[in-house]
């Protein structure tokens, strides 16, 4: 079965600055997709990026953006230029790419990143 | 185009009632999954519908919990006789289909809390 795991329960950055979580995922499929989820205290989940693991290139999105290693099975978000509507709960989810039937529409969750950005 | 839209937002029962979460998913969508949050907790799989029929329910209890998709009408997530444990927030999430180009949009949630 396939797991993610997200090691830091709380992170917090200046306001202007960078910051980087950090999302390890542990599954035998070679095909899959990842992605991160923000949920601020409104609990909307929101999809902030996502990645197919078939594609070498890291996916971007404006100020946010993924360092993707297939081979370690890491999958890092990196927040430039950090906003105080950054501040959420960050989580990385993982998906099955198989074929249609099964679970492959399921999302795999971590437990989660609570991000503070200071003034 | 309207998000996925889910009611009520707050739904309080007491110890032994039944509880009903609606969800209409997004125009055009026709998949639609239900996640379960826990309290300091990430979401967790619970059932994948399609429109009258149910793909997979793995991560369903067994008993009490009950999800529905009709051809007219929102998914319908069904707990009966709810205890405290059933206490969380209750998402659901649409996509337009299972394939490749596929992602999950998720309404704002419904948070049930039994007395």
């Known amino acids: 079965a396939q797991t993610v795991t997200q090691s830091q329960p709380e992170m917090s950055v200046q306001e202007a600055e960078t910051v980087t979580l950090s999302c390890t995922y542990d599954?035998?499929?070679?095909?899959?997709?990842l992605f991160w989820y923000k949920q601020p205290p409104s609990r909307q989940m929101i999809l902030v990026i996502r990645?197919?693991?078939?594609?070498?290139q890291n996916a971007t999105e404006n100020r946010f953006s993924v360092n993707f290693q297939k081979a370690a099975k890491s999958f890092s978000l990196k927040i430039s230029d950090s906003q105080l509507g950054d501040a959420a709960m960050y989580f990385c989810a993982y998906r099955s790419a198989m074929g249609y039937g099964g679970s492959q529409g399921n999302l795999i969750f971590g437990k989660g990143t609570k991000l503070s950005v200071k003034p | 185009n309207a998000g996925v839209m889910q009611n009520p937002r707050h739904l309080v029962r007491r110890r032994g009632q039944e509880a009903r979460l609606r969800c209409s998913p997004m125009?055009?969508?026709?998949?639609v999954y239900w996640y379960r949050q826990l309290p300091e907790e990430g979401l967790k799989f619970m059932v994948y519908?399609?429109?009258?029929?149910?793909?997979?329910e793995s991560g369903m209890p067994k008993e009490r919990f009950s999800a529905e998709f009709p051809k007219e009408g929102p998914s319908i997530l069904r707990i009966q006789q709810v205890v405290r444990g059933d206490s969380a927030a209750y998402f659901c999430?649409?996509?337009?289909?299972?394939?490749?180009?596929?992602?999950?949009?998720f309404g704002p949630g419904t948070r049930l809390t039994v007395l």
């Open positions: 519908l399609q429109k009258e029929n149910i793909i997979d």
């Open positions: 125009k055009g969508h026709s998949h």
């Open positions: 990645q197919e693991a078939y594609k070498q």
């Open positions: 999430a649409s996509s337009v289909n299972s394939g490749r180009a596929d992602t999950q949009y």
């Open positions: 599954t035998s499929e070679s095909d899959y997709y």
